[in-house]
């Protein structure tokens, strides 16, 4: 299938290594944040999210940081794997409306074997 | 469990024709329901979202419509194709009342020709 990840910026890692991808969002009122990964020609999945009230929430390998005074979310994989090979997405909850949220322009992981 | 499905996985159609998508969203009960496109290379653009039967909230002017028939079914459409109608369509579907986790169908893959 066509690559989603044709003209997005690219971050490459060794097998093994941590990743951490970076993401600046823009309304200091969004008060919910979730990271999606999204393989080729497909649609993409939920990793995981965070409120506005923590500053860090772990899953299986993955991390996710909040900083709200720079507005800045990352996404951390630990031991990143050939399969993690993805586009992620942040997304942020919308101002105007409670019902939409508003996704990142994305960034491609590679991972080198 | 929940289970959402998008057809068909690719389609190809010339300027000028008609358009219809169609998703469905099973094991659950009012969900909100959105249509994204996601031209190659980039991130995901809001179509439509509805929060319920005969709801539709349109993001984006443009060449497409969208419908809620059923509870659970959401259709996008269109009279006439552009060149620039091109692209991945996606179907997601969140938990009513709240913007959180959306989860996303396979997608269709549409080429307009």
């Known amino acids: 299938g066509e690559s989603v990840g044709l ?3 690219t971050l490459s890692v060794q097998e093994g290594d941590n990743s951490i991808i970076n993401c600046a969002y823009s309304n200091s009122a969004s008060d919910y944040f979730i990271w999606y990964k999204q393989e080729s020609g497909k649609g993409p999945q939920f990793i995981i ?20 005074t720079v507005k800045h979310l990352s996404l951390q994989i630990a031991a990143t794997q050939p399969g993690d090979s993805a586009v992620y997405f942040c997304a942020e909850n919308s101002r105007d409306s409670s019902y939409k949220l508003i996704f990142g322009s994305g960034t491609r992981l590679l991972v080198r074997p | 469990s929940q289970t959402i499905h998008q057809w068909p996985a690719t389609l190809v159609q010339p300027v000028g024709s008609p358009l219809s998508l169609e998703c469905t969203v099973e094991g659950t009960s009012n969900p909100n329901l959105y249509w994204y496109r996601q031209a190659a290379g980039r991130g995901l653009q809001l179509l439509f ?10 993001e984006v002017p443009q060449n497409l419509s969208a419908s809620r028939p059923q509870d659970r079914q959401f259709i996008l459409s269109s009279k006439k194709l552009l060149l620039s109608d091109s692209g991945f369509y996606l179907c997601a579907w969140s938990v009513p009342d709240t913007v959180y986790e959306q989860y996303f169908g396979p997608g269709t893959r549409l080429t307009v020709t």
Do not use: F
């Open chain 2, 49 to 58: 979202y509805s929060v319920g039967i005969g709801q539709i909230s349109s």
């Open chain 1, 7 to 9: 003209h997005l910026p």
């Open chain 1, 49 to 68: 999210d965070i409120r506005s009230n923590m500053d860090k929430r772990q899953g299986q390998r993955v991390t996710v940081l909040l900083n709200k």
